[in-house]
């Protein structure tokens, strides 16, 4: 995807966050992240924000812990908080070369600043999602364009390798195909004993996945269930991914 688009949307998701943490109150529970509130939630996005932010303006190419960008302040609004956050991270990232290297996880050191651009279109796709839940929406509202949620299965996916560097799961080892139906995307991952591999392909699998590429990223991110999805394969297993691996 282009800059522009993983720029677009920040900005237009970050504006449905803040709109629907207004509505819900920052008092009001997070169903989708049981031990938060709004202001919990509005406070996560503002602070990744910001953090983000101080990596990428500076081309740091070592870690800078979250702490050191502060909380909001006593007394400040939390929702007020993420909007500057969302404000300086757009700035930020609008003025960022997406070549220049920057510190970020997948690559364990630096790595080209674009990463950034992307991390922060789903981070706050799916952190708009849960502030819908706090404003009582039964569903979500889809991540859009498609080609934006193809991209976040894609992206999500290929963290699994990392993750399995620090904890395993054996209950889920076999071969799963996931596949979008509403623009191009197929992936094969496989869990074993030798970790997690992660392809862009057609092929056979124990259990497969199909559907949308917004029913499936929310999935994904347990931010919906698998109404919608066709599964081929033992359901039970789908469950078990969806209970193990969470994000």
């Known amino acids: 995807m282009e800059i522009s688009q993983y720029l677009e949307a920040v ?10 943490a207004r509505r819900a109150g920052a008092g009001a ?7 938060w509130t709004v202001a919990d939630l509005a406070s996560h996005q503002g602070r990744v924000f910001r ?4 990596m990428v303006e500076t081309n740091s190419s070592e870690f800078i812990h979250p702490k050191t960008v502060g909380e909001a302040p006593d007394g400040a609004d939390p929702i007020d908080w993420l909007a500057g956050g969302a404000a300086r991270a757009l700035d930020v990232l609008g003025k960022a070369d997406p070549e220049s290297p920057v510190w970020n996880w997948f690559d364990r050191g630096p790595g080209p600043a674009r990463f950034w651009h992307r991390r922060m279109a789903h981070e706050v796709s799916i952190h708009r999602a849960d502030a819908e839940a706090a404003a009582g929406l039964a569903e979500p509202t889809p991540v859009g364009p498609a080609e934006l949620a193809s991209d976040g299965v894609d992206e ?3 963290f699994l390798p990392l993750r399995a560097g620090q904890e395993s799961f054996p209950e889920l080892a076999g071969s799963w195909h996931f596949h979008t139906t509403d623009v191009p995307g197929e992936w094969v ?5 030798g970790g997690v591999t992660v392809t862009r392909e057609h092929a056979k699998a124990d259990l497969a996945v199909r559907g949308a590429a917004s029913d499936l990223e929310l999935f994904l991110y347990n931010r919906r269930g698998d109404g919608g999805l066709e599964v081929f394969g033992d359901p039970a297993r789908l469950a078990a991914w969806r209970d193990r691996i969470r994000f």
């Open 189 to 193: 991952v496989v869990l074993g004993d």
């Open 156 to 158: 999500y996916l290929h």
């Open 29 to 35: 529970p997070v169903p989708t992240c049981p031990e």
């Open 51 to 54: 953090w983000m932010s101080a």
């Open 11 to 20: 900005r237009a998701n970050a504006a449905l966050m803040v709109d629907a």
